[in-house]
């Protein structure tokens, strides 16, 4: 009778710890770190509005929201712009005067022009680095940046980028600018760490 009682306790211990396990999110189980960082190039200019994006993080990463790129002032807001593959973009038109955004590159499109107050959409469904125009007024231009997964950042007027929220393992960091170029480098996230990586940034 003592090794059934026995038995029945070690298979309700085991049980419910089943159940603890199955109420804990894989993320949390597996733990996650995140990546702080800064660019380095001969110029300040240059810090500002560079892609830092982990390369082929395995996994399903459909956009969980749309994002949003404002034209205010005859300008593209924000400059630089990364979403992951699959994310619709909202044009909103804030200015006192019609806008006509179009792209040339990947999958070109022509989103018609738009009054103030009114938006347009478009759902990025190719990876790469597609160029906002205006055929109403030359001098706009922005970057949408189309990318596999969501562990991105944007550099700071210093150049510093920090991406949270990184699985264990090691990948491979990539950077995208306007006017430079950045080597590839490799960097290895591990649990409740920050890991910190320099990327130059050179012609």
């Not at 982990?54 to 205010?72: K, N, Y």
């Not at 499109?109 to 738009?114: A, E, F, I, M, S």
């Not at 550099?155 to 920090?162: L, M």
């Not at 006017?179 to 990586?197: K, L, M």
């Amino acid at each position: 009778m003592e090794d059934i009682m026995l038995e029945r306790k070690g298979f309700l211990t085991y049980a419910l710890l089943g159940i603890v396990l199955l109420g804990v999110p894989g993320a949390a189980l597996a733990g996650n770190g995140s990546i702080a960082g800064k660019v380095t190039a001969e110029k300040e200019k240059y810090l500002e509005n560079a892609v830092v994006y982990l390369e082929e993080v395995s996994g399903t990463h459909a956009p969980t929201s749309s994002a949003h790129m404002d034209q205010v002032g005859q300008v593209f807001t924000p400059f630089v712009l990364p979403v992951v593959k699959g994310t619709t973009v909202q044009f909103l038109n804030n200015d006192n005067t019609e806008h006509n955004v179009n792209s040339p590159d990947g999958e070109p499109y022509d989103l018609g022009t738009k009054p103030k107050g009114e938006t347009a959409t478009h759902t990025f469904a190719t990876l790469g680095v597609y160029t906002q125009l205006c055929n109403i007024h030359p001098s706009m231009i922005a970057y949408v940046v189309v990318l596999q997964n969501p562990h991105f950042a944007v550099t700071g007027a210093d150049g510093t980028f920090r991406i949270a929220d990184v699985p264990e393992g090691t990948y491979t960091i990539k950077i995208w600018h306007e006017r430079r170029e950045g080597d590839p480098a490799s960097v290895t996230v591990a649990s409740g760490q920050a890991a910190d990586v320099t990327i130059a940034l050179h012609k």
